[in-house]
């Protein structure tokens, strides 16, 4: 996996000729403890948002107020030398704002395109589910293909680009439920969870009197997020890797107890990230733990349950994805 010049992606960036796996491990690294200075203890939240940002994917992150959802995505957002952009989803939040606008200029007498919040290399989606389905749409043609068309006319994100979104699943007054499209443009959905009880006294102490936030400084440009991205793509992926993938995928599709399964847009998000996964664990290649691990992260907000399936337990996604994983044959390699 060593990088030459020459070496391209499919997303045209061009790695960094002096990118290793002791470099990778050193950069992916240094994000980590810089976001770890702001959230304590929650090391598997901090490592999903990282798959998420070198897959190319964007994070939804579920859960009750308090727990430290924006703050990790604000964490994120200055660890890294990159345009920031926070837009608070609100009911009178129009699709204008978020894409932005054809404006009319009387000196030019012509119209200018005024940009939205949405053009920046990480957007902060707070409490998305706030505004109304229209307004969220406004964020799936660039959460899908990295550009929003406006008047008819296409205008190009800057990359890398990330959404990173918030929303609270029980406060139901004045929310509005993510549609399934913009639910499969996820790559993940994880929660923080409350902190332990050393994490929430270490929290009293800290930030009596001062705002973590204020300490972070960016610990790596937009090129090297790019060279990180880059690596993580060449990893390898098996043959069998990526039919056991497809049998995951597909074993969703079949599953009694599921009303609608995974789409292929998740098979390739899935593998995406077992990726990134597989070089933050210092390997250049995809194991079938790397796609279970991530499996529950991928999957979960993409399906729908039977109707009935409540009857068999309180959280019928979780036992549906846990019957998935037992039942689907694990591939073995072949020998020597």
């Given amino acids: 996996?060593?990088?030459?010049?020459?070496?391209?992606?499919?997303?045209?960036?061009?790695?960094?000729?002096?990118?290793?796996?002791?470099?990778?491990?050193?950069?992916?690294?240094?994000?980590?403890?810089?976001?770890?200075?702001?959230?304590?203890?929650?090391?598997?939240?901090?490592?999903?948002?990282?798959?998420?940002?070198l897959a190319e994917g964007h994070l939804l992150i579920e859960d009750v107020p308090g727990v430290g959802k924006t703050m990790l995505a604000r964490a994120l957002a200055a660890s890294i030398d990159a345009s920031v952009r926070r837009i608070q989803f609100t009911p009178d939040l129009l699709p204008g704002d978020v894409t932005g606008v054809s404006v009319f200029n009387p000196v030019a007498r012509e119209f200018e395109f005024k940009r939205g919040a949405i053009f920046a290399n990480l957007v902060i989606a707070d409490e998305i589910n706030r505004s109304s389905p229209k307004t969220q749409s406004a964020?799936?043609?660039?959460?899908?293909?990295?550009?929003?068309?406006?008047?008819?006319?296409?205008?190009?994100?800057?990359?890398?680009?990330?959404?990173?979104?918030?929303?609270?699943?029980?406060?139901?007054?004045?929310?509005?439920?993510?549609?399934?499209?913009?639910?499969?443009?996820?790559?993940?959905?994880?929660?923080?969870?409350y902190p332990d009880?050393?994490?929430?006294?270490?929290?009293?102490?800290?930030?009596?009197?001062?705002?973590?936030?204020?300490?972070?400084?960016?610990?790596?440009?937009?090129?090297?997020?790019?060279?990180?991205?880059?690596?993580?793509?060449?990893?390898?992926?098996?043959?069998?890797?990526?039919?056991?993938?497809?049998?995951?995928a597909q074993a969703t599709r079949t599953d009694a107890n599921l009303h609608l399964g995974a789409s292929p847009r998740a098979t390739l998000q899935l593998v995406r990230a077992a990726k990134v996964s597989a070089a933050l664990d210092g390997r250049d290649y995809v194991i079938p733990d790397d796609l279970t691990a991530l499996l529950p992260a991928v999957f979960a907000h993409r399906l729908i349950p039977a109707r009935g399936a409540h009857r068999a337990g309180a959280r019928p996604i979780d036992a549906a994805i846990a019957h998935i994983i037992e039942r689907t044959p694990v591939p073995v390699a072949p020998r020597a």
Avoid at 6 to 30: D, L, W
Avoid at 226 to 236: D, E, G, M, P, S
């Fill in 1 to 53: 996996m060593e990088a030459t010049p020459s070496m391209t992606t499919s997303t045209g960036y061009a790695p960094h000729t002096a990118m290793n796996a002791e470099v990778f491990a050193a950069q992916t690294g240094a994000i980590l403890a810089s976001i770890a200075e702001v959230i304590d203890g929650k090391a598997d939240a901090l490592r999903s948002a990282l798959v998420c940002l």
């Fill in 139 to 193: 964020l799936l043609e660039a959460m899908e293909e990295g550009q929003v068309t406006v008047d008819g006319e296409t205008h190009y994100l800057p990359e890398p680009f990330l959404v990173v979104a918030t929303q609270n699943p029980f406060e139901m007054e004045g929310t509005y439920a993510l549609p399934e499209a913009q639910r499969d443009r996820f790559m993940m959905r994880i929660s923080m969870g």
């Fill in 197 to 248: 009880a050393a994490a929430e006294a270490l929290m009293l102490r800290q930030r009596d009197t001062i705002n973590p936030l204020e300490r972070i400084r960016p610990v790596l440009k937009t090129a090297d997020v790019q060279a990180l991205i880059a690596w993580a793509r060449a990893v390898h992926v098996a043959p069998v890797i990526e039919q056991y993938a497809v049998a995951l």
